[in-house]
């Protein structure tokens, strides 16, 4: 069956592209791989026989942030845009679910390695102006409306950031070849520098290094202990709501 790519998805890869020329793409993609056929996907072509979905890889080191680029989505209120998930969160702009609104997302892939943006399914999706966002160089008479984000909690339910040593659900920093998540090092490290930073651990330069082990996880327990005394979580461990507290909501 002949499809295509909906025009204003195609402007938006366009212009990712030409900003960011040497980006990662292993995890981008358009039309549905066989997993995705015999679903309901939007990557799949069922509007005209155009698809609708686009994945854009995250490769921060290339200043391709998925959690800053989703967040200039969410602030644009560009009228093309259906949903976007990004890092375990779904914002819907239909009025059926919290419209504009970063909610939970429980699906089975928690779009940790991209991002994943839905256009509408009307004429709209073939609006090929550019996306004014300002990451890609948009909206230059309107300031970002907040200092560079870091990133929400980017493990899926029933995993937390603790030992490298613990079992599957703790994530410490290994590598993908060994069962981590993409950028684990990095998300680790941004704990152990927010804990240096408000005097929970050594401030000597090498400290933070992504790797969670035993004076991490002490780290945590004392910021835990004089920071979320009724915590729920477990000690010395970084579950989601120790995350929303001391990284990011
Ligand atoms: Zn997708």
Not at 66 to 73: G, K, M, N, P, V
Not at 126 to 131: E, F, G, L, Q, Y
Not at 151 to 177: D, M, Q, V, W
Request: glycine share 8%.
């Amino acid at each position: 069956m002949a499809w295509r790519v909906a025009n204003s998805l195609l402007t938006l890869r366009d212009q990712f592209n030409a900003k960011f020329p040497g980006r990662n793409k292993a995890s981008d993609g358009t039309i549905g791989d066989p997993s995705h056929q015999g679903t309901d996907s939007d990557h799949n072509p069922w509007y005209g026989g155009i698809v609708t979905a686009i994945d854009i890889t995250h490769d921060p080191a290339h200043g391709v942030d998925i959690d800053r680029i989703t967040d200039e989505l969410q602030a644009s209120r560009d009228p093309r845009i259906k949903y976007v998930i990004a890092n375990g969160l779904i914002m819907d702009t239909r009025p059926q679910f919290n419209p504009w609104q970063w909610v939970r997302y429980t699906g089975d892939n928690p779009h940790t390695s991209h991002f994943h943006l839905s256009v509408v399914a009307s004429p709209l999706c073939d609006d090929p102006r550019p996306w004014n966002l300002p990451i890609l160089g948009g909206a230059s008479t309107q300031p970002p409306t907040r200092p560079p984000t870091k990133p929400r909690f980017p493990l899926p339910e029933g995993h937390y950031f603790g030992l490298i040593t613990g079992p599957n659900e703790s994530h410490g920093g290994a590598p993908e070849s060994m069962g981590g998540i993409p950028n684990e090092q990095y998300y680790v490290r941004l704990i152990q520098e927010e804990l240096q930073r408000l005097g929970f651990a050594p401030n000597y330069p090498g400290w933070a290094d992504g790797i969670f082990e035993q004076p991490t996880a002490d780290a945590v327990s004392a910021w835990q202990r004089a920071y979320r005394p009724n915590s729920t979580s477990r000690w010395g461990e970084v579950w989601w709501d120790d995350w929303a507290d001391l990284i990011r909501p």
